[in-house]
């Protein structure tokens, strides 16, 4: 279907509730706009052209994956398969999200990969990753003595990512990527999280109940306490480096920065981590809660004008850089 200029082959749905308040029977005809022009979502059913005979929706009942039945958390729209450690999709992407490049960014290992390794009975969870050998992946379909030494490589050179990172990959739930580094900068190390009790959990900046309760929970299974303890003995980095404590500081604390145009003397990425080691917050968009703008070449003629509207002042790379000393 042509809708604001491109084929539509799916729309969103998003969860139950939506589909009952729109009342869709199996075969009907529903009205499809894109949500801001992007998103394709379903807005409403054309009841005039619905079968009489035509039955309301069902929902499933069960994981499709393991037949676990799933359950719907309090003041939440989804509902989750509650089997953590034995459903195969959660299995593998958990695994995934751990490999992934802004994680533990282990090379020669993508999704496709992580699949084959668990079909091939050698990965049940993250810490079977550190006890894989050559011998057991060069055998498999698609690998040859280079691609299966690449893999093995990339394995043991994440045990130098920093422990921000290896926060992050842990897949707790409600912990982003800024989130971690917050987290970790703030307790040090993973012993003195885990030992953390649920009011200290919640003084930490933008930890609130539902992540403390998370977070608290996460430790407190057997599964994950085993799995963090294999971690540990593969040599991961459980707690903040000298050198990146060193680096931070409050400078920027309580801002919010937006980053915009090209740069000279590092990356944006670079000077994202910057504003983050140095308390600030890297925001997407100008508003009148922006700070200041870190303007590099070429910033977009709509962003200055935005910033001079609203008073936001102009930061060049080396003011930054000056200001951080």
């Given at each position: 279907?042509?809708?604001s200029?491109?084929?539509?082959?799916?729309?969103?749905?998003?969860n139950?509730?939506?589909i009952r308040?729109l009342?869709i029977?199996?075969?009907d005809?529903?009205?499809?706009?894109?949500g801001?022009?992007?998103?394709?979502k379903?807005?409403?059913v054309n009841?005039d052209?619905?079968?009489?005979f035509a039955s309301?929706?069902t929902?499933?009942?069960h994981c499709?994956?393991?037949?676990?039945?799933?359950?719907?958390?309090d003041?939440e729209?989804?509902?989750?398969?509650?089997n953590?450690?034995?459903?195969p999709?959660?299995i593998?992407?958990?695994?995934?999200?751990?490999?992934?490049r802004?994680?533990?960014?282990?090379?020669?290992?993508?999704e496709?990969?992580v699949e084959?390794?668990?079909?091939?009975g050698?990965?049940?969870?993250?810490?079977?990753l550190?006890?894989l050998?050559?011998?057991?992946?060069?055998?498999?379909?698609?690998f040859?003595?280079k691609?299966?030494?690449?893999?093995?490589?990339?394995?043991k050179?994440?045990?130098?990512v920093?422990?921000?990172?290896?926060?992050?990959?842990l897949s707790?739930?409600?912990?982003?990527?800024?989130?971690?580094k917050?987290?970790?900068?703030?307790?040090?190390?993973?012993?003195?999280l885990i030992?953390?009790?649920?009011d200290?959990?919640?003084?930490?900046e933008?930890?609130?109940?539902?992540?403390?309760?998370?977070?608290?929970?996460?430790?407190?299974?057997?599964n994950?306490?085993?799995?963090?303890?294999?971690?540990?003995?593969?040599?991961?980095?459980?707690?903040i480096s000298?050198?990146?404590e060193a680096?931070?500081?409050?400078?920027?604390?309580?801002?919010?920065?937006?980053?915009s145009g090209?740069?000279?003397?590092?990356s944006r990425?670079?000077?994202k981590?910057?504003?983050?080691?140095n308390?600030?917050k890297?925001?997407?968009?100008?508003s009148?809660?922006?700070?200041?703008?870190l303007a590099?070449?070429?910033?977009?003629?709509s962003?200055?004008?935005?910033?001079?509207s609203?008073?936001?002042?102009?930061?060049?790379?080396?003011?930054?850089?000056?200001m951080?000393?």
């Amino acid at each position: 279907m042509l809708l604001s200029g491109t084929i539509v082959k799916r729309a969103s749905l998003h969860n139950e509730d939506i589909i009952r308040q729109l009342d869709i029977h199996d075969n009907d005809m529903v009205y499809v706009e894109k949500g801001g022009e992007i998103i394709p979502k379903i807005t409403g059913v054309n009841v005039d052209n619905r079968d009489m005979f035509a039955s309301p929706v069902t929902f499933i009942s069960h994981c499709p994956a393991c037949g676990t039945p799933l359950i719907r958390i309090d003041g939440e729209a989804a509902w989750v398969c509650p089997n953590k450690y034995g459903c195969p999709p959660q299995i593998a992407g958990r695994i995934s999200h751990f490999v992934s490049r802004r994680a533990m960014n282990i090379d020669g290992i993508g999704e496709e990969t992580v699949e084959q390794l668990i079909s091939a009975g050698l990965l049940k969870n993250i810490a079977d990753l550190y006890d894989l050998r050559f011998e057991q992946v060069v055998c498999l379909d698609r690998f040859a003595q280079k691609s299966a030494q690449k893999l093995i490589d990339g394995i043991k050179a994440s045990a130098a990512v920093p422990f921000e990172r290896v926060l992050f990959a842990l897949s707790i739930p409600g912990i982003g990527e800024i989130g971690a580094k917050k987290i970790a900068r703030t307790v040090k190390s993973l012993d003195n999280l885990i030992s953390m009790p649920h009011d200290r959990l919640m003084a930490i900046e933008d930890v609130g109940e539902g992540l403390a309760d998370n977070i608290v929970e996460y430790f407190a299974d057997e599964n994950n306490r085993a799995i963090i303890a294999r971690l540990r003995a593969a040599g991961l980095q459980f707690e903040i480096s000298t050198e990146t404590e060193a680096a931070s500081s409050d400078k920027l604390a309580g801002k919010s920065i937006v980053i915009s145009g090209v740069f000279a003397h590092h990356s944006r990425d670079e000077y994202k981590a910057m504003i983050e080691q140095n308390g600030g917050k890297n925001v997407g968009s100008i508003s009148k809660k922006t700070d200041f703008i870190l303007a590099g070449e070429n910033m977009g003629p709509s962003k200055a004008e935005k910033a001079a509207s609203l008073g936001i002042p102009l930061i060049s790379e080396d003011d930054f850089l000056e200001m951080l000393k």
